[in-house]
């Protein structure tokens, strides 16, 4: 159950609600589709799981879609992310091949009726090929970090991205050479889902226990989807290399996502690596695990997220708003949300993630101010409302194509 949009209130302010209002009038009745490939797991399902119904609030009838796609499209479509990502990868023409069959099987699937179209990251960057027939805007969304590609694989969605009335990226330096308007718009968390509420002492301690985490060290957590470029091995020779000094546990949980075939591998070799030390606890979590890693999250004393390459970074802004100190590489959207030695620590490499994470747990005074600075500046810039307000500007803007607006 999603609460209702005045549920908001205390958080954000009267005034963010009202304007919310106010810019939905001149959008009202207006259809709106989401496309992506995935209904759980992942950055943007779980931005959608929340937009879509507080759009529907607003007036604006929106649905949700999801791709379908056999083992080998997600398999290509993962090495294309990667290789979107700058990993060297070799994508074979059998594998562009399976990645528009697929395509044009899901445009004979799912029934394309909105005014304005958002087809969100590569997966389903195809899909435009229905624009022709279908006269919506067409906004091509994309989460990822595409500023160092492989320029194979961008040539490829390129040509489909050309298409698009208009492209959205997270962060400035995400954004391409494009012939199409091209929007910034940081993604967002929920300050109201099971993921990010208040939650009592109790909870905690009983999904910790549950989870059979002890609580008798400060706890080191990186919560992130079984992925290589989340470097959840280097993760663990960070916390070696802290725990020579400081006595600490840490905690790497986290599940897959139906479009990620690689999760069950890297998985394993975590495993492997974690092997025989009692201080290190892997959780792999069911879909839907959300108050268990809210409680993961505020049970701990400090936050990892020590990816090599990121989009956005959803679990720093999770973290960062439970007013957790968080150590996260400088990649992706990350910078935005960590203001270094201000709102959290940036690392780029093993050493100085470990020094960060030593400081957070000597000295939890500095500690505490970067966790409550991390949480106003969540406030102010990544929560829904604020995206939300993005998307009824944008749609606004693409109905007065180079005029003023007048609002
Ligand atoms: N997440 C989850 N279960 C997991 C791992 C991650 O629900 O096992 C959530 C996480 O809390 C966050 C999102 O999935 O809300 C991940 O978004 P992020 O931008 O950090 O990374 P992505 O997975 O999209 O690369």
Same mark, same amino acid.
């Given at each position: 159950?999603?609460?209702p949009?005045n549920?908001?209130?205390p958080?954000v302010g009267?005034?963010?609600?009202?304007?919310?209002?106010?810019?939905?009038e001149?959008?009202?009745?207006?259809?709106?589709?989401?496309?992506n490939?995935?209904?759980?797991?992942?950055?943007?399902?779980e931005?959608?799981?929340?937009?879509?119904?507080?759009l529907?609030e607003?007036g604006?009838?929106t649905r949700?879609?999801?791709?379908?796609?056999?083992?080998a499209?997600?398999?290509v479509? @993962?090495?294309?992310?990667?290789?979107?990502?700058?990993?060297?990868?070799?994508?074979?023409?059998?594998?562009?091949r399976v990645? &528009?069959?697929?395509n044009?099987?899901n &445009? @004979?699937?799912i029934?394309?009726?909105?005014?304005?179209?958002?087809?969100?990251?590569p997966?389903?960057? +195809?899909?435009?090929q229905?624009?022709?027939?279908?006269?919506?805007?067409?906004?091509?969304?994309?989460?990822?970090d595409?500023?160092?590609?492989r320029?194979? +694989?961008?040539r490829?969605?390129?040509k489909?991205?050309?298409?698009?009335?208009?492209?959205?990226f997270?962060? $400035?330096?995400?954004?391409?050479?494009?012939p199409v308007?091209?929007?910034?718009?940081? $993604?967002?968390?929920?300050?109201?889902?099971?993921?990010?509420?208040e939650?009592?002492e109790?909870?905690?301690?009983?999904?910790?226990?549950?989870?059979?985490?002890?609580?008798?060290?400060?706890?080191?957590?990186?919560?992130s989807?079984?992925?290589?470029?989340?470097?959840p091995l280097?993760?663990?020779?960070?916390?070696?290399?802290?725990?020579?000094?400081?006595?600490?546990?840490?905690? *790497?949980a986290?599940?897959? +996502?139906s479009?990620?075939?690689?999760?069950?591998?890297?998985l394993?070799?975590?495993r492997t690596?974690?092997?025989g030390?009692?201080?290190?606890?892997?959780?792999?979590?069911?879909?839907?695990?959300?108050?268990?890693?809210?409680?993961?999250?505020? +049970?701990?004393?400090?936050?990892?997220q @020590?990816?090599i390459?990121?989009?956005?970074?959803?679990?720093v802004?999770?973290a960062?708003? @439970?007013?957790?100190?968080?150590?996260?590489?400088?990649?992706?959207?990350i910078?935005?949300?960590?203001?270094?030695q201000?709102?959290?620590?940036?690392?780029?490499?093993?050493?100085s993630?470990?020094?960060?994470?030593?400081?957070?747990?000597?000295?939890?005074?500095?500690a505490?101010?970067?966790?409550?600075?991390?949480r106003e500046?969540?406030?102010?810039?990544?929560?829904?409302m604020?995206?939300?307000?993005?998307?009824?500007?944008?749609?606004?803007a *693409?109905?007065?194509?180079?005029?003023?607006?007048?609002?």
């Amino acid at each position: 159950m999603i609460p209702p949009l005045n549920s908001y209130e205390p958080i954000v302010g009267g005034q963010v609600l009202d304007e919310l209002r106010f810019l939905s009038e001149h959008l009202r009745g207006r259809r709106l589709q989401h496309i992506n490939s995935t209904s759980a797991g992942g950055g943007v399902a779980e931005i959608l799981n929340r937009m879509v119904p507080l759009l529907n609030e607003l007036g604006l009838e929106t649905r949700w879609d999801v791709i379908k796609g056999g083992e080998a499209f997600f398999q290509v479509t @993962k090495k294309l992310h990667n290789a979107l990502h700058g990993q060297p990868v070799d994508l074979t023409p059998q594998n562009y091949r399976v990645f &528009l069959e697929t395509n044009a099987q899901n &445009l @004979k699937n799912i029934p394309l009726d909105g005014d304005a179209i958002f087809i969100h990251d590569p997966q389903p960057a +195809a899909l435009i090929q229905a624009k022709p027939r279908h006269g919506a805007k067409w906004i091509w969304r994309c989460h990822i970090d595409v500023s160092n590609p492989r320029w194979g +694989a961008w040539r490829f969605i390129q040509k489909f991205v050309e298409q698009y009335d208009a492209a959205i990226f997270s962060a $400035p330096q995400f954004s391409q050479h494009l012939p199409v308007r091209q929007f910034l718009i940081s $993604p967002s968390i929920d300050p109201l889902s099971d993921k990010n509420r208040e939650l009592s002492e109790e909870t905690i301690a009983s999904v910790l226990h549950r989870l059979d985490i002890p609580r008798d060290k400060p706890l080191v957590t990186q919560i992130s989807r079984f992925d290589a470029l989340k470097d959840p091995l280097g993760v663990i020779e960070v916390f070696q290399s802290v725990r020579k000094t400081v006595d600490c546990r840490l905690v *790497l949980a986290g599940g897959g +996502a139906s479009d990620d075939p690689e999760g069950a591998q890297v998985l394993a070799e975590v495993r492997t690596k974690a092997h025989g030390n009692p201080d290190i606890h892997v959780l792999e979590l069911p879909p839907g695990s959300d108050v268990e890693i809210n409680a993961l999250q505020r +049970a701990s004393t400090v936050i990892v997220q @020590k990816s090599i390459r990121e989009g956005f970074g959803l679990t720093v802004s999770e973290a960062l708003w @439970k007013a957790k100190p968080v150590v996260a590489s400088a990649v992706g959207g990350i910078p935005l949300q960590i203001v270094h030695q201000q709102t959290g620590l940036l690392c780029r490499n093993v050493a100085s993630a470990a020094l960060a994470i030593k400081q957070c747990l000597c000295d939890p005074a500095y500690a505490k101010r970067l966790g409550e600075n991390g949480r106003e500046h969540i406030r102010q810039n990544f929560l829904l409302m604020r995206h939300l307000k993005d998307y009824l500007l944008l749609l606004i803007a *693409l109905d007065h194509e180079g005029d003023v607006i007048h609002i």
